[in-house]
């Protein structure tokens, strides 16, 4: 009797024993009544029949009507397979069946998908995901299924629970769908994959669904990442991070630290990079890479650039009114700001609730800023805009990812930042030349090169030589707290005073 337990077929039966009790009624009123006309009878019995086509015909309607409503509810549009609604509904239909840790959920993202459409086309990105679907549905068996999410996300249901076998099936798909990509799609291809074996089926879908999705979150560079106690111990200090900032900013637990740029030319102190750090109270003190990505993610970045930029803007006016000579001081400036018409204004406003002379400060960008397309014509006009308002503007981690040199010549930065990578092999001699280039061209294009994360006197030497503008790293000093910043500056001060450094 199973058959019948849907509400439609329990509908269909129950309506037609309920008008074939009426007709039978009707023709045993007929009888007792004496009503023997046959022609009566008849016309009963076709009405009664007209009345029972209706009815069926019009349930059945309905019928196909909600099961096509179902079908849509469930169905990917572009790609004909599950949507995430269908993955939920076929889940719980799963789950009955299952075996703690018998089964995974795995999450799948496409890495930059977006470049697939702005270098090639819109529909070209859609057929590459129809492709993929077909691929991921083409390597799983009959009692498993997949779903496409959110774009270029998908998910799959395995019936393995086994680590090492989930690793090489996920290790055999990703080959398999990179082979089905046309040649030169292939290089824009690349999967972050994150696991959650599930140990407890009635865990409801979107728990499990979520640490999949940490998985991959927290995966460091492995081909899939499996969710775990360290990934949940992560989630919960992340939450704990986002629960203290607010209190962490009111009670300025926030600490400034500088770390000088050296003028290589006059040996002198030519500027200070502000750094974040955290002393979280009866916890220590937490480095930027603690809780910097996470508010990133989160857009809570945008308060505590405010935040720094506030507290360079105290200290400098604290110079002034100590008579002390400024140094120009570069913060950081996160790439969400951009998506926020006229937000320069903001930092504006604080520079001249401080009076601080706005060419003393810099906004430092990474260069993956300038690297998202989405955010290009934002980038472009902030940066005339800083100009306009009189601030600097550098490119701060030049080289540590695809650093082009068009961006150069695309925008209007007032300093390039070598990153420390261009110079942990400097005895070979093609670093030497690339480095050589990069600070001749700078020099043509009148933008200062600052290099950073130097370390030892041998670098500082040879920069030297190349007449490299400013020097940041430990062969200096470390970020120091303010206070023993000023001590460290005007020591070095003194022992540099009016001393210049000729080149022949």
Known sequence: MNNWKSPVQKYVLTSIISLTLLTAALFLLIYLMNWQSLPMMLLIAYVSCILINQMIFSILFKYAHQKQLEKYTITDSLTGGLNETGFAMAYKHAAAAIQPDSCAVIFIHMQNFRLINENFSINTGNEILKQISHGLNQTISDDEFTARVNGDQFYLFFHEGNQALIHARLHHLTKTLLSMMPAYIQSYIKLEIGVCVIDDPALPIEIIQARAHAACKFNQGAECAFYDAVILK???REQELNLLLDEAI???????YLQPKINLAKQQLGG????IRWQIPQAGLLSPAEFMPLFERNGKIRQLDLYMFEQVCIIMRKWILQGKELIPISVNLSRQHFYEADFLYTFDAIAEKYQIPRNFLE?????????NPDQIHLVKNGILKMHELGFKCSLDDFGSGYS?????KEFEVDALKLDRIFFLDIENKKAKDVIGCLIDLAK???VAIVAEGIEDIQQADYLKQLHCDFIQGYVYSKPLPVDEFEQWASVWQANHAASEVHID
């Not at 200070?272 to 750094?275: G, K, P, S, V």
């Not at 082009?404 to 150069?408: E, F, Q, R």
Request: net charge negative.
């Open 234 to 236: 992560q989630m919960n």
């Open 250 to 256: 009111r009670n300025h637990d926030f600490l400034v």
């Open 272 to 275: 200070a990079e502000a750094l």
């Open 363 to 371: 906004f430092e960008l990474t260069e993956s800023i300038f690297l």
């Open 404 to 408: 082009s040199l068009g961006l150069l």
């Open 444 to 446: 043509k294009l009148h």
